[in-house]
């Protein structure tokens, strides 16, 4: 399996009898072992679960209200200005 090494972490479990009956007939059917079955599954739900804080689909009309919002001049925001000139809690106090 892609990207396991031998020495990578142990992740233990607590399986009813009839989880465990089932993950390892479903083991069995993919031809893989309980581990490696867990592991890919586990991996794709990661990957799914992931992907909408990754990746997001828009229609066309709001694709293109997107990209013009990328292109607009950046908005004047003096409030935002003026924080950057103040000193953080972890500044020492001095402005170059």
């Keep these: ?4 090494s031998a020495g990578g972490a142990k992740l233990d479990l607590r ?3 009839e989880e465990e009956t089932r993950l390892n007939a479903a083991a069995l059917a993919a031809h893989r072992s309980v581990t490696e079955f867990v592991l890919e599954s ?3 739900r990661a990957d799914e679960t992931l992907a909408g804080r990754t ?3 828009l229609d066309a ?3 293109r ?5 990328l292109d607009a001049p950046p908005r004047d925001l003096p409030r935002l200005a003026r924080l950057f000139q103040e000193d953080g ?3 020492d106090g001095s402005r170059e």
């Design 61 to 63: 009309d709001r694709w």
């Design 65 to 69: 209200a997107f990209l013009s919002a």
């Design 1 to 4: 399996m892609p990207g396991r």
């Design 89 to 91: 809690p972890l500044d």
């Design 42 to 44: 586990a991996m794709q």
């Design 15 to 17: 399986l009813s009898p």
């Design 55 to 57: 990746r997001f689909g």
